[in-house]
């Protein structure tokens, strides 16, 4: 169908037809898909087969009755590091379109899942502990003070690379 409609654009030529098909089929692979790329992406994926494999039971909808505070912390939690390992596994392939502008917003939503992803992981083990010890507190204060030097410092990022540049 593709190379029909080559066809018809490029005046029926099959030389210039071939020679486009593979230039689009080298675009694809050296810039879509290239090889850095999948090396790349083939772990993140693996990670996120193996955390739904794991966390099934967990990340499936659960009836009401069923649900503690820990358990909807814990699923929250659950659910961030799958955006995270999406976005992990997605930047491979955006970085390899050399894309800056793309790259860059990329990354810094990719650093910004990873400082919510740890804000969670921190009121989940609150919840769990379900203990207001100086611990707690600690780590209460922590997640907070992360994710918001976190989010100040790709704001930051934007005027001046300080944490990445592309």
């Known amino acids: 169908m593709l190379r029909d409609l080559l066809r018809t654009i490029l005046c029926r030529s099959r030389d210039t037809v071939a020679f486009l098909i593979a ?17 790349y ?3 993140g994926i693996i990670a996120l087969l193996v955390h739904i494999i794991i966390n099934y039971d967990m990340l499936k909808r659960t009836k009401e009755q069923q649900k503690s505070s820990s358990h909807v912390a814990y699923k929250i939690f659950l659910f961030c590091v ?57 780590l209460k204060y922590a997640g907070i003070i992360f994710l918001g030097f976190e989010f100040l410092i790709l704001v930051a990022n934007l005027f001046f690379p300080i944490m990445f540049y592309i």
């Open 82 to 138: 799958l955006a995270f390992y999406l976005f992990d596994l997605l930047w491979g392939f955006i970085y390899n379109l050399q894309i800056p502008l793309l790259s860059y917003i990329w990354t810094e939503l990719y650093f910004g899942v990873v400082a919510v992803t740890v804000f969670f992981w921190t009121r989940f083990v609150i919840t769990y502990i379900q203990k207001d010890t100086v611990f707690t507190t600690l």
């Open 41 to 43: 992406a083939s772990i």
């Open 23 to 39: 230039q689009l089929r080298k675009l694809w692979y050296n810039y879509i898909v290239g090889k850095s790329a999948m090396d």
